[in-house]
């Protein structure tokens, strides 16, 4: 025998390996959401608020905006509405179904979805507002 003893060592019990479940109160991580582009052609259109769980997040030439909404093909983005003003920047979201839904089954579920929104100038101190005078 070669009389090498087995140094193999066992993690402790309570050094997790896997992820912790996901606590439904806790905030949402960035980068979980799902970005969409409209589409522009929806139907039964209605309008989505912005979600105020993560605040719309400045990037280059645009605005990234949060919001949470069904999932596909029973929601669909159909398009987003800006009006920029000198101190706030008005976003209005409208969300409808696929038009080639039919007859699909839409789970009850709510999913994080982001849009990029274009902007003229870029947001720089100015507030994001969920609103577009209509």
């Known amino acids: 025998g070669s009389g090498a003893s087995d140094t193999t060592t ?3 019990p309570d ?3 896997s992820s912790p479940p996901l606590d439904p109160g806790a905030p949402v991580e960035p980068g979980t959401a799902e970005r969409v582009e409209p589409t ?3 139907v039964d259109v209605y309008r989505l608020a912005i979600t105020t769980d993560m605040p719309p997040e ?3 030439g645009g605005v990234l905006v949060r919001f949470y909404a069904g999932v596909a093909p029973c929601f669909v983005l159909d398009r987003y509405e800006v009006e920029e003003m000198f101190d ?3 976003i209005a979201l409208f969300g409808g179904a696929d038009p080639d839904a039919g ?3 839409c789970p009850e579920i709510a999913k994080l979805y982001e849009v990029f929104v274009p902007l003229a100038e870029p947001l720089g101190d ?3 507002q969920d609103q ?3």
Do not use: E, G, M, Y
Request: proline residues 8%; charged residues 10%; glycine residues 0%.
């Open 40 to 42: 522009a052609n929806a």
């Open 10 to 12: 066992t993690p402790a």
């Open 15 to 17: 050094s997790a390996v």
């Open 58 to 60: 400045a990037t280059d």
């Open 88 to 90: 706030a920047v008005n």
């Open 103 to 105: 007859d699909a089954p």
């Open 132 to 134: 577009v005078a209509l």
């Open 126 to 128: 100015r507030i994001v």
